[in-house]
């Protein structure tokens, strides 16, 4: 049976149906800011607490083998049906099965009850879907409290990031495996516009639209006869080793006061290859394996960072810990990192000499670059920004998740002002959030805790962004 209001709604639907109809009669005009901004986020709520119950509807007609069903035949799989029934492309129907099944049907009831409640994003119960596909049944029941309460702190590129450490700590061999499988997928194309021409064309103009799809190419002929790599993946390493020399040859611009660079944050035990290391970061290519880390060493300039995350006096971590770095950060830098708990933050300087002694000759040869300056010069030294760069991450105001090419340093208190060029005074923001605290009037402040906080110019109407913690790891 179906309702009146829409042909293909059963009258189990026809409510959401009739609300569906209701809102788009709804004169938004008439809603004042604040009500409008409510009902945004609370319709996003109820939309992704839909697709839960969506996603348990589609585990339930592929456990039940009920796709067709609708139309009284059987259908060659629940992914084909979706595809001709609703239109998907191949890769959004099989994705929505394999979340299905592993949410509704596998070993992780809680993300599925949290995405059912609205909780969490689809798209963060498919990342956890996915991310956790290869793990023990066991792993995931003991894990899954862990990611979703990640989940509900972060957004999905950072699960991403969570997920790939989790499966790399709980199995680095199947871990190993899975980058291994994701190089061999490796590839490039070069793709045409709807004019015939090569995809770099509409950017470059006349002639230099051939550059792009011309200048791999002798980069990308088979090595020997022995060469077994595919077309595909021959362009993916001739564009890789294209990048690699523009980096080394120094042609590409400055980004943030230093030219661009690989720059990876790898704890010390994963570096020198002893076991239990965790290997690194690498930004927003998220989390590298301890030997592809080390290989990255092999070539690259290695800068040395001591880290303490001893509790800070709210009994929260300390994230201002960059307190000595050596070396130069060249096309590659990777960062040993040293934690332990110094008593208070007097016997912090001590504790650094001491750590700093215990390293190996390769990390503790290069001469000590200091991170504080004062007020003998204006501008950020490449050491500091090297240590923001492992402190921040990126933009560090309230809800900015800009990349790290994207930040200036920049002087809490104003150096015109009297404040110094040390690194409790330095914060990378984005070049929109730069704009913003200088000519916008807003104020970012970072407390004793390591937290910053934005608050707007206007006083009538004050008030704080919720904090972000930056991280010195």
């Keep these: 049976m179906h309702s009146n209001t829409h042909s293909d709604t059963p009258d189990r639907l026809g409510s959401l149906s009739a609300a569906s109809q209701e809102l788009a009669a709804e004169d938004l005009d008439r809603l004042a800011d604040p009500a409008l901004a409510e009902d945004l986020l609370a319709m996003r709520r109820l ?7 969506w996603l348990r509807r589609l585990a339930a007609v592929d456990a039940r083998g009920a ?37 509704f049907g596998g070993a992780l009831p809680k993300t599925a009850a949290a995405l059912c409640a609205g909780d969490i994003s689809p798209a963060h119960a498919k990342l956890i ?14 894990a899954e409290p862990v990611l979703l309460e990640t989940a509900s702190r972060v957004d999905p590129p950072r699960l991403r990031q969570a997920v790939t450490h989790l499966c790399r700590v709980v199995d680095p061999d199947a871990a190993d495996r899975k980058a291994a499988r994701c190089h061999e997928r490796r590839r490039a194309v070069a793709v045409a516009d709807l004019g015939g021409h090569g995809g770099g064309e509409r950017a470059a103009g006349g002639r230099g639209g051939q ?19 595919t077309g595909g993946q021959r362009n993916a390493d001739a564009l890789a080793e294209l990048a690699r020399r523009s980096l080394e040859g120094g042609w590409l611009p400055k980004a943030g006061g ?38 990255l060493a092999c070539d690259g300039t290695v800068a040395r960072v001591l880290v303490s995350r001893q509790p800070s006096g709210t009994g ?22 040293a934690t332990g708990d110094p008593q208070d933050a007097a016997g912090r300087a001590a504790w650094l000499r001491t750590a700093a002694a215990k390293l190996p000759p390769a990390l503790g040869g290069a001469p000590s670059q200091p991170l504080e300056v004062g007020r003998a010069t204006r501008v950020v030294q490449p050491a500091q920004r090297s240590a923001l760069a492992v402190r921040d991450g990126g ?9 790290l090419a994207w930040c200036d340093a920049h002087h809490l208190r104003h150096w015109v002002n009297g404040g110094p060029t040390d690194l409790d005074n330095l914060a990378l923001l984005c070049r929109a959030h730069h704009r913003a605290v200088h000519e916008g009037g807003w104020r970012l ?10 608050t707007p110019p206007d006083p009538p109407t004050r008030r704080s962004h919720r904090h972000r913690q930056t991280t010195a790891a």
């Design 47 to 53: 939309l992704d607490g839909l697709e839960g119950q």
């Design 67 to 103: 796709a067709g069903a609708d139309q009284g035949q059987d259908a060659p799989s629940t992914a084909a049906w979706l595809r001709t029934r609703r239109r998907l492309s191949v890769d959004a129907a099989h994705g929505n099965v394999r979340t299905a099944r592993a949410l």
């Design 129 to 142: 879907a996915d991310g956790t596909r290869e793990l023990a049944d066991h792993v995931k029941l003991e």
């Design 211 to 229: 550059h792009p799809a011309g200048r791999p190419e002798p980069l990308a002929r088979p090595a020997d006869a022995t060469d077994s790599r």
């Design 258 to 295: 230093v030219r661009p660079q690989l720059l990876v944050t790898v704890d010390l035990d994963s570096l020198l290859g002893r076991p239990g290391g965790v290997g690194g970061e690498a930004g927003w290519a998220g989390p590298l394996g301890a030997e592809t880390c080390r290989r």
């Design 316 to 337: 929260q971590p300390d994230p201002g810990a960059c307190d000595e770095e050596v070396g130069a950060s060249g096309d590659r830098a990777e960062h040993g990192l």
């Design 395 to 403: 933009c560090v105001f309230p809800d900015c998740d800009r990349p």
């Design 445 to 454: 402040i970072r407390g004793p805790d390591g937290r910053f906080t934005a």
